[in-house]
């Protein structure tokens, strides 16, 4: 099993802020790591995908980075819209699947 | 349109048995792995089951293995999950998810809008 560890779990933060979420695995990935935006009542939306690839649609403050054991998901400037729960998935393992426990940016 | 309609959810007592289905439309089923990712109320996102295109491989997470079954029916586009021995830790929304094809088979691309599992006396 390769474990997953998110963070931060809360994020408090401004319209306009960089903001950096992490996430860091047990072992090795390459770079078999995607990003899911979550807003309340609704299912997760994918940002990036091979660690650091929008998906289609997605705006470009969204980037990714990180290969191996440690990536990070970061927006660079944050709007109204962007204030939602963020989960990072590994897809090495596929079809073993783990996710991230989550990054919830609330406004400050 | 790809699109995915869970149905099923509903409350259910301790030791009881649920089934989910999952009706799939707007794409080639049967070229697909599928997947079922659950989400207790106030936490995060729990990877389930996953059944290969034919059905020939299944695979689930540990807390689930022995009293979940995933399955899928090509000829009627659909994808269930028969749960046996519900727990209370089972309560969640059950998402049905399509896996990417390629290089990135194993993000998920399209979701249904969940269906709730109430496990509780």
């Known amino acids: 099993v390769i474990w997953m560890t998110q963070s931060p779990s809360l994020l408090s933060a401004s319209t306009g802020d960089r903001v950096t979420i992490s996430c860091r695995m047990s072992q090795g990935i390459s770079s078999y790591l995607a990003w899911y935006q979550q807003k309340p009542g609704k299912a997760p939306e994918l940002l990036i995908y091979?660690?650091?690839t929008l998906q289609s649609g997605v705006p470009s403050r969204f980037s990714g980075s990180g290969s191996g054991t440690d990536f990070t998901l970061t927006i660079s400037c944050l709007q109204s819209e962007d204030f939602a729960t963020y989960y990072c998935?590994?897809?090495?393992?596929?079809?073993?699947?783990?996710f991230g426990g989550g990054t919830k940016v609330e406004i400050k | 349109e790809v699109q995915l309609v869970e149905s099923g959810g509903g409350l259910v007592q301790p030791g009881g048995s649920l089934r989910l289905s999952c009706a799939a439309s707007g794409f080639t089923f049967s070229s697909y792995w599928m997947s079922w990712v659950r989400q207790a109320p106030g936490k995060g996102l729990e990877w389930v089951a996953n059944?290969?295109?034919?059905?020939?491989?299944?695979y689930y997470v540990d807390s689930v293995k022995g009293r979940f079954t995933i399955s899928r029916d090509n000829a009627k586009n659909s994808l269930y999950l028969q749960m046996n021995s519900l727990r209370a830790e089972d309560t969640a929304v059950y998402y049905c998810?399509?896996?990417?094809?390629?290089?990135?088979?194993?993000?998920?691309?399209?979701w249904g809008q969940g269906t709730l599992v109430t496990v509780s006396s």
């Open positions: 059944i290969k295109q034919d059905g020939s491989e299944k």
């Open positions: 998810a399509r896996p990417n094809r390629g290089e990135e088979e194993g993000t998920f691309d399209y």
């Open positions: 998935q590994q897809y090495y393992s596929f079809p073993l699947i783990t």
């Open positions: 091979a660690a650091s």
